[in-house]
């Protein structure tokens, strides 16, 4: 049973260039979360989706970043613009009903120079 | 999602019993008490939950006073490859859904 993937494993951009960061959930698991990690620092919690729902968004900076769910395919987290204080590893995780044990990926550490 | 503090790092031999402990002075009535490991450039991994009293699996115990305002996560017999960030976690799971606020954690170093 495989577990949440994440890719790319990393990226690495210019800034004012696009990320693309995709996360699968787990087998059955229609909840999706993104988390950001900076150097040093613990996770902090960005956006929560539910097939093609946004459930909550407060952890997400109010431009450039946005995120999806499609009924099809992975999760997606889009980061339009990248500026050097994007880099960080983002992780994503997935649950089963919403309130239950979230299982993380890999994650994706995102460098913009 | 109420406040935890932990150290920052601990120090600890192959084979010793390592305790972690976790303030939580503001915990609410319906408050999880969660923990997480990370290791380097990997996502983080639960270890282990609970509401009150003790808690055991098979990877650690969890223990937790009756007033709730801190929590102690044990590691029986540590071995190297326990060296890892772990994480303490409080919210309320049943809200509908979870979002989980990590701290910095504790640094736990494991040596021959």
């Known amino acids: 049973n495989a577990g949440v993937m994440q890719n790319p494993r990393h990226l690495v951009r210019r800034r004012g260039q696009e990320a693309r960061l995709r996360c699968s959930p787990m087998?059955?698991?229609?909840?999706v979360y993104w988390y950001r990690q900076l150097p040093e620092e613990g996770l902090k919690f960005m956006v929560y989706?539910?097939?093609?729902?946004?459930?909550?968004e407060s952890g997400m900076p109010k431009e450039r970043f946005s995120a999806e769910f499609p009924k099809e395919g992975p999760s997606i987290l889009r980061i339009q613009q990248v500026v050097r204080g994007d880099s960080a590893a983002y992780f994503c995780?997935?649950?089963?009903?919403?309130?239950?044990?979230?299982?993380f990926g890999p994650g994706t550490r995102l460098t913009v120079l | 999602l109420a406040k935890t503090t932990q150290p920052i790092s601990m120090d600890s031999y192959e084979g010793q019993e390592v305790n972690i402990t976790c303030s939580h002075n503001?915990?609410?009535?319906?408050?999880?008490i969660t923990w997480y490991q990370q290791f380097p450039s990997q996502g983080p991994r639960f270890i282990i939950q609970?509401?009150?009293t003790k808690v055991t699996n098979e990877v650690a115990s969890l223990f937790i006073p009756a007033d709730r305002k801190s929590s102690t996560l044990s590691l029986p017999r540590v071995s190297l490859s326990d060296t890892a960030v772990y994480y303490c976690?409080?919210?309320?799971?049943?809200?509908?859904?979870?979002?989980?606020?990590f701290g910095k954690g504790t640094m736990l170093l494991v040596s021959p």
């Open positions: 995780a997935s649950s089963l009903t919403g309130t239950d044990e979230q299982f």
């Open positions: 087998k059955g698991h229609s909840h």
């Open positions: 989706l539910q097939k093609e729902n946004i459930i909550d």
């Open positions: 503001n915990i609410a009535t319906n408050d999880y």
């Open positions: 609970g509401y009150k």
């Open positions: 976690l409080v919210g309320d799971i049943r809200s509908g859904y979870s979002t989980l606020t």
